[in-house]
């Protein structure tokens, strides 16, 4: 993962949301993809992924 979407682009409000539903939807496909590899068992090549990203997004329930 390599920062938020539309980080280091101009904001506005119309975009703002954009961006926020874009990241949230980087997140969800993250997390999806990260329990179908702990499903075949890529647990130690996981390990460091997850994380960064409970110390990115520590208040993510699924996380």
């Given at each position: 993962?390599?920062?938020a979407a539309g980080e280091?682009?101009?904001c506005g409000t119309t975009?703002?949301?954009r961006w926020a539903s874009l990241e949230e939807q980087?997140?969800?496909v993250f997390e999806e993809l990260a329990q179908a590899r702990l499903v075949v068992g890529e647990h130690a090549g996981l390990l460091p992924e997850l994380r960064r990203h409970l110390a990115a997004h520590p208040l993510r329930k699924r996380a």
């Open positions: 993962m390599e920062g280091g682009l101009p975009l703002d949301n980087r997140l969800q």
